[in-house]
């Protein structure tokens, strides 16, 4: 199970709908509870940006949770034993990238890794994900460079609840453009990660990086010009 005020997310074992965008996730779909127990999917939760590291390389967990600013229990109710087991934890790719750096004697967590960068470069349909990133770019020209790409990649990949993956995002829609930048700017360029882990209702934190957000944005907005 989990430690107290840890963030936890639960893999479902029946139908389930995100209370506040609606979606149905079907079964095993991985949502977060509220405090007034709503359920979210991961992407209205704020997590889907997390990646997921599974239970069995002690070492990997501990040093992936040290590095996370942001990180979350994985549970799923097993029937047989009639409790929730520990699948997991949901961390920060930059976390997980250094925790297996740090690991790098050990060849199964480099074989680990071949097979996650295999299986994000099978998820992405390199094609789309060039034009979400133009699209990025042609909105956001003041955007740095090389920026748009990692954002394109993070909101296309084929997972429930990527904003790239949705109707309009087939059409570039600029809505959902931005909504991809103000994600990536919420957690790379804002402490919102570390408001929440530290009990921040994510409301409260939202409104305590408006300002920055806001900033930020209308930055990328202009066309940079060189000196």
Request: hydrophobic share 35%.
């Amino acid at each position: 199970m989990s430690k107290q005020n840890e963030l936890v997310v639960f893999i479902t074992s029946r139908e389930s709908k995100c209370d506040e965008c609606g979606e149905d996730l079907g079964k095993g779909s991985w949502i977060y509870l509220t405090a007034q127990r709503k359920a979210l999917c991961l992407s209205c939760a704020d997590m889907d940006y997390l990646v997921f590291l599974p239970s069995g390389d002690a070492a990997l967990t501990r040093r992936s949770r040290k590095h996370s600013k942001m990180f979350a229990v994985v549970l799923r109710w097993s029937s047989a034993r009639k409790r929730y087991e520990r699948q997991g934890l949901l961390v920060e790719a930059d976390a997980l990238d250094r925790a297996e750096t740090e690991c790098l004697a050990d060849e199964k967590v480099r074989e680990r890794r071949r097979q996650r960068d295999a299986l994000r470069r099978a998820e992405l349909d390199s094609e789309f994900v060039q034009k979400f990133a133009d699209r990025i770019k042609q909105l956001f020209p003041g955007c740095p460079e090389g920026k748009e790409t990692v954002i394109a990649e993070h909101a296309c990949l084929k997972q429930s609840g990527r904003i790239g993956r949705t109707a309009a995002a087939k059409h570039f829609d600029e809505q959902v453009i931005r909504l991809a930048v103000i994600a990536h700017v919420r957690h790379t360029e804002t402490p919102y990660d570390e408001l929440l882990s530290k009990g921040f209702d994510r409301y409260d934190a939202r409104m305590e990086i408006q300002d920055r957000i806001s900033e930020i944005m209308d930055k990328w907005e202009r066309k940079q010009t060189k000196k």
